[in-house]
């Protein structure tokens, strides 16, 4: 039985991308060894894919910034204010993706948002009416080549059109459907070029097919590919999904001229019952996606073999294949050289889920699958009973009733309350939370670690880092501080290592977009507070300004989302066991004298199930109420605050609303400020603070950008319910950046201010 994967990771067994990538935003190498870098790591990567026998192996995975960004490049999905920089290919892909301040010109980058239901972002194509789409650029055969020239045969993988084109703004008054024919001759133009190359298979992923689909989206899905395959001559094309199952278009799918069609049955929880149902097509290949793509635990044989053996009832055209791209879990389990070996053994990562599948390919090959060797071996350790059960916080979160998950009084009491006490001024302004986390501030966490420097040497230098950030802040004139969180390498990291059931990694890095990379925590056991994590800093903050001191803390959905959650116990009961840990440190803040408390949710919207019908029972019937009882026992006259980004909100926004906080601020400046319009209809209740700048570009925005943007907030919002914030927090920018930005930030504040006095 042959095996596939659909995309692998891109950034480097140790992250060689990010850091040449930066190197090269920094000017301190040229392009072309930037080049060098990402050759070598593909090159690794392809070699690797061919050794471990795997046989339809992917090109044109790699992207410098993000794939669907490359795609817009290949067809001339451009926006001039880019191309008109007079800068090389790379920098003006570059300035797409981060934005461009400098001797030709200021622009900022595209919108950045969510992919699907994963913590990966990507860049939003941008068409207006004038875009001319066109097979324009060459990665794909560029990369395809290079493999070939490496000894390695390769399906070159490409966003699909019909995803491209729903993923796309469109800036004009022209719609998908406008340019449906253009893109379809450019991908068919792609099909025979590749074909001409030697290529035998063509992948073109189409995620957007697992989501809701009206006639219309379906009818644009079919006459795109009626095109696109109709002179495909010398190549075989296979149409991918991840992410869920194809319900609304299976038998239009399956009547196309595809010469394969892959599936997701891990994520796809009707994608069995309509090969069941409906059958599959004899004349083509089932790629089926049965090792989890998302997940970092070793795959459960039995089950797939259960499903597999289920499948050859209908079909004996099956490759195994991962459920999505092997972007989204880390590279190799070869440089986790701290793990126990009793917790590696239960965890595959990118290079080890080829193993599997190679093993997965042998037990299937095999008389007797489940007679086999790898097969009871593998139901041995899935059969192996873990540590880390906690009773008390079992018992505790299964006797939750609503009444616990309500804050009194109600939204309008406490507000009257609150603006009480605080007395801040129209348009308070603020930030997110976090402050630049500079070299001095890596090599401090560094040095604790390795043991260079003791316990109290580290907190002595928080301290003064908090004593720096807090002055800087009154110095700025912000209304309501932070502390800086020069004590967190990651928002949620972080919690975890202060938290009973977490297991943490040495090198199991993701990439979350271009060059951030996240490095998950594990869950592990039963989650429990073990003493409290952020009071020491927050109540040391406070104690060094009159001005309101925010508490800093993750909340439990986004802590979850952003973890290797577990399988053998559902999201629901993983989110309420956090979701009590932090209660008790929100109300450890608010006894400690913190009277702001901000408890992010910045990834609420990210594992939305992607289709509606899914969303109550499956997702925000538990997730809603999971935010709420973490602050339904704090005083009236405490205040809670939120945190969103990088998200459609408009679909949720009523159940943003219910989660009952007393202030959101949301990622807006990418967007164009579009959620106002959202926060309008709707009535939105509490108060907002629509991010006015990007912080995930160096440009530093001038007093009157953000001032506009105030000007915007106002024609939608009340000016009593407004605060003024950046999108994000600021730990990835430098200081040359931030204290500029915030300055011109509370600068346009003030000048709104006294307008609207």
Known sequence: MKTSIIG???????????????????????????????????????????????????????????????TAFLLNAVPERYTSLGLCELDTYFAAAR????????????????????????????????????????????????????????????????????LARYTGTK??????EKTA?????????????????????????????????TELFVSLYEKILADKTGVKVLLQTYFGDVRDCYNELCGLGFDGIGLDFIEGKRSLELVKQNGFPKDKVLFAGVVNGKNIWRNSY?????????????????????????LHVPCTLANETKLSASFKKHFA????????????????DADKPCETEEYRKNLALHSEKRAGENTAVKEKTASLTEKDLVRLPEFAEREKIQKERFKLPLFPTTTIGSFPQTADVKHNRSAFRKGEITQAEYEQFIEKKIAECVALQEEIGLDVLVHGEFERND????????????????????????????????????????????????????????????????????????????EDISLKESAFQIALAIREEVLDLEANGISIIQ????????????????????????????????????????????????????????????????????????????????????????????????????RIPSKQEIKEAIGKMTERIPVSKLWVNPDCGLKTRGNEETVPSLKNLVGAAIEARNENS
């Not at 719609?175 to 449906?180: S, W």
């Not at 800093?552 to 959905?557: A, I, S």
């Not at 926060?679 to 160096?698: C, W």
Request: charged fraction near 30%; proline fraction near 4%; include cysteine.
């Open 599 to 698: 408890v992010d949710e910045a990834a609420l919207r990210e594992k939305l199930p992607l289709r509606k019908s899914d969303w109550r029972e499956d997702y925000l019937d538990w997730a809603i109420p999971a935010f709420r009882y973490v602050h339904s026992g704090v005083k009236p006259e405490t205040q809670i605050h939120t945190h969103m980004c990088y998200s459609e909100f408009a679909d949720i926004i009523k159940d943003i609303d219910n989660m009952d906080a007393d202030v959101i601020t949301f990622e807006a400046s990418r967007s164009d400020l579009t959620i106002l319009d959202v926060l309008k209809e709707n009535n939105f209740r509490t108060e907002v603070g629509p991010g006015v700048y990007d912080i995930h570009s160096p």
């Open 175 to 180: 719609t998908a459907e406008d340019f449906a």
């Open 99 to 166: 934005g461009y301040q400098g001797e030709k010109g200021d622009v900022k980058a595209l919108a950045m948002k969510k992919w699907y239901n994963t913590n990966y972002h990507y860049m939003v194509p941008e068409i207006d009416d004038n875009t001319d789409i066109k097979l324009a650029g060459n990665k794909p055969f560029e990369l395809f080549s290079e493999a070939l020239e490496n000894g390695v045969k390769t399906k070159p993988v490409i966003i699909g059109a019909y995803t491209f084109l729903k």
């Open 185 to 217: 001759a450019a991908y068919s133009e792609l099909l025979v070029k590749l074909g001409s190359l030697g290529a035998e298979w063509v992948q073109i992923d189409e995620p957007s097919l697992v989501k809701d689909m009206t006639a219309e989206d």
């Open 302 to 326: 039995e089950k797939t073999v259960s499903t597999v053996l289920e499948l050859k009832k209908y079909t004996e055209n099956i490759v195994l294949n991962t459920s999505c791209s092997l």
């Open 491 to 566: 928002m949620v990291e972080y919690f975890g290592e202060c938290l009973d059931g977490y297991i943490f990694t040495e090198k199991a890095w993701v990439q979350s977009y271009g060059t951030r990379c996240v490095k998950p925590p594990v869950i592990w056991g039963d989650i429990s507070r073990a003493k409290p994590m952020t009071v020491r800093w927050s109540k040391y903050a406070q104690s060094l300004t009159d001005k309101p001191m925010k508490g800093m803390l993750t909340g439990p959905v986004t802590i979850l989302n952003w973890s290797f959650p577990r």
């Open 349 to 364: 990562y990118a290079e080890e889920k080829l193993g599997e599948l190679s093993e997965l390919s042998s037990i299937l």
């Open 8 to 70: 692998y990771p891109r950034i480097g067994n140790l992250r060689e991308l990010k850091f040449a990538s930066e190197k090269y935003f920094r000017g301190e190498i040229t392009s072309a060894e930037l080049e060098q870098t990402a050759k070598d790591i593909r090159i690794y990567d392809l070699k690797l894919q061919k050794n471990s026998g795997l046989d339809f192996i992917p090109s044109n995975d790699f992207s410098f910034y993000d794939g669907v960004l490359d």
